[in-house]
């Protein structure tokens, strides 16, 4: 199995910066891309984007294009997300995914096998 855990989660200021950081133990070998979801308090859980774990491909969704990025060092099987300019509605809660053998499905939660717990992202006006 694989664990995830999010770290770099907090308070920030409209148009400020943070970098969430995703550690992957146990069997990470077979990791063919991991992604960050997001979730607000009564909305669904929402894409932000992936990276494919062996090309390092990257793909955004529209409300993130040009303001987060995606980056990953294979040495540390980390995962990072990069967010500048943030905004009030980026506040959630947000979580990083693994998937194993796929590299495809990946806009969607049911495309990852293994989840972290979550780390809070709040952004105030």
């Known amino acids: 199995q694989v664990q995830l855990v999010e770290s770099g989660g907090g308070l920030v200021q409209a148009g400020g910066s943070l970098r969430l950081s995703c550690a992957a133990s146990?069997?990470?070998?077979?990791?063919?891309?991991m992604g960050w979801f997001r979730q607000a308090p009564g909305q669904e859980r929402e894409y932000i984007g992936r990276?494919?774990?062996?090309?390092?491909?990257?793909n955004y969704a529209d409300s993130v294009k040009g303001r987060f990025t995606i980056s990953r060092d294979n040495a540390k099987n980390t995962m990072y997300l990069q967010m500048n300019a943030l905004k009030s509605e980026d506040t959630a809660v947000y979580y990083c995914?693994?998937?194993?053998?796929?590299?495809?499905?990946?806009?969607?939660?049911?495309?990852?096998?293994?989840w972290g717990q979550g780390t809070q992202v709040k952004v105030s006006s």
């Open positions: 146990g069997r990470t070998f077979r990791t063919s891309a």
């Open positions: 995914a693994a998937a194993q053998g796929r590299d495809r499905g990946l806009t969607m939660p049911s495309g990852y096998d293994y």
């Open positions: 990276i494919l774990w062996i090309s390092g491909n990257t």
